[in-house]
């Protein structure tokens, strides 16, 4: 059970009071999963908005009216938020999930297809401390330290990540899934792009694949006002969805203990995890 106020535990996993509803998560188990259907699958803070740019200009073809207009949400909707309306989007709906494996509708194991992304938790535990400071609609953590613990029980929203990439990866064989790495996006963006447009199926020049790239670094999706998420209700304005967008800013914020006991713990829990994380830029 979370400690949270602004969480409600679902089958084992947290939600957002305020935006999940149990009804619609019941639903989305059985709904009916096209053959042209694209969802980006993450833990939070390990690269959603990231991938709603990505595939809104691979299928956009590069045109870049398809992010300077509207919200990313509304172009690459979150399954699991019942106002975002993705069941009855026109096809080819693409869309983005956190939901965990067990959560996620059974139809994505006959048709459609999954990218799942993957980022270091202890880059992710940071990003996520910042996001509850700034964003309304979740509590504010007290501070690090006690977040860290919460969010190694599971106690934070879509509960343990440990729980979340271990499970999506044990039942790869079920889905047609890529797995990207936030780091390796990072690293060679180029690269990622191309491989994403392979599984998708999807061929662009030279000059197009420049143009996604360049449109979907941090520095410029940062000025995009659309992207950035701008009118995001939020508690301070220091913060932002698109915060600093490194590897290895866990560094500024674990103390020397608190990352050695991580470290043996992720040793404990990923053991025999073959998928290699980055934790260095
Ligand atoms: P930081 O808080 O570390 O900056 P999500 O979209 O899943 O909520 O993840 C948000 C994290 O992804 C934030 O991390 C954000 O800055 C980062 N991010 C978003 N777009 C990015 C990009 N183009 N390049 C690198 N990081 C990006």
Not at 151 to 159: A, S, T
Request: hydrophobic fraction near 40%; aromatic fraction near 14%.
């Amino acid at each position: 059970m979370s400690d949270n106020h602004d969480l409600f535990e679902y089958k084992g996993c947290n939600f957002i009071s305020n935006i999940h509803t149990t009804e619609y998560l019941e639903e989305l188990i059985n709904t009916e999963i096209r053959d042209d259907d694209v969802i980006a699958v993450t833990y939070p803070k390990s690269g959603t908005v990231w991938m709603q740019q990505i595939l809104t200009l691979i299928f956009s073809n590069g045109d870049l009216a398809a992010v300077q207009n509207k919200l990313p949400a509304e172009r690459v909707p979150w399954v699991e938020v019942p106002t975002l309306c993705f069941l009855t989007l026109p096809s080819p709906r693409l869309a983005v999930s956190h939901l965990p494996y067990h959560l996620s509708p059974e139809g994505l194991k006959k048709t459609g297809k999954v990218i799942y992304i993957y980022r270091n938790p202890k880059d992710v535990v940071v990003s996520l401390y910042h996001f509850q400071n700034y964003i309304t609609l979740l509590k504010t953590p007290s501070g690090f330290g006690e977040f860290l613990e919460m969010f190694i029980e599971g106690k934070v929203i879509y509960g343990s990540w440990f729980d979340h990439v271990q499970n999506w990866y044990a039942h790869r064989n079920e889905f047609n899934i890529l797995f990207m790495c936030y780091e390796e996006m990072k690293l060679d963006l180029r690269t990622s792009v191309q491989k994403i447009c392979k599984f998708l199926g999807k061929e662009l020049d030279d000059e197009k694949l420049d143009t996604i790239v360049k449109h979907c670094t941090f520095e410029i999706m940062k000025v995009n006002p659309m992207a950035n998420y701008e009118n995001v209700e939020s508690k301070s304005e220091n913060g932002a969805f698109l915060r600093k967008g490194i590897i290895g800013d866990w560094k500024t914020h674990f103390t020397v203990a608190q990352s050695e006991m991580f470290d043996k713990l992720f040793e404990e829990r990923m053991k025999d995890f073959p998928l290699k994380f980055i934790w260095d830029g």
